[in-house]
């Protein structure tokens, strides 16, 4: 993908658009074609998660352990970023993680992602579900046929090192029941 390009690609639950997550024009883009407020962070995808673990060095041994037991999978992960890590993905403090066990396995950067709508709307399962205008604005579009179309589940794990505690901040493609399992 050319500086400033943006993708449309199957993650392992919905399309996603991505992008490179240190390049301003790129991240502007990906925020215009969704219609997202600037405002709003995005997570930052490895498609490997030792990668994922090399690039974030300051996170503990728990949240480590953490990290391997749900990924990869259907879940987006909000970590403390107290290095400051992918300061383009809008989190601050905060750094949403994903790592997906989908088609892309074997990616050797991080992109910025989200996922392939325009902010609010309609999950898409399908590259046919993915509103038109996105479609043809994107610099590479990949077909992956139907996926399952349910979003990740979003996990706060700030607070996982120093208390093991945990929460789900919105349900999703992975059930807290099976998160309770892995993770208490």
């Known amino acids: 993908m050319a500086v400033g390009g943006v993708a449309v690609f199957p993650a392992d639950t919905v399309y996603g658009l991505a992008c490179d997550p240190q390049s301003r024009e790129a991240v502007d883009r990906l925020y215009t ?26 996170l503990g041994a728990r949240t480590r352990g953490a990290l391997r037991a749900l990924l990869p999978g259907g879940v987006t992960l909000l970590l403390p970023n107290p290095a400051g890590r992918f300061p383009l993905s809008g989190g601050g403090a905060v750094l949403g993680l994903r790592v997906p066990d989908g088609p892309l396995r074997g990616v050797r950067w991080p992109v910025l992602q989200s996922s392939a709508n325009r902010s609010g709307g309609v999950d898409p399962k399908r590259l046919e579900d993915v509103p038109e205008f996105i479609r043809d604005s994107a610099d590479l579009v990949l077909d992956a046929g139907e996926l399952p179309g349910t979003p990740s589940t979003v996990i706060d794990l700030r607070s996982y090192e ?20 892995r993770l208490d």
């Open 33 to 58: 074609l969704k219609r997202r407020r600037p405002d709003k962070p995005a997570a930052v995808m490895f498609f490997d998660v030792e990668l994922a673990l090399t690039a974030l060095p300051e």
């Open 162 to 181: 120093a208390h093991g505690s945990w929460s789900v901040v919105r349900e999703g493609a992975v059930a807290a029941t099976d998160l309770a399992g």
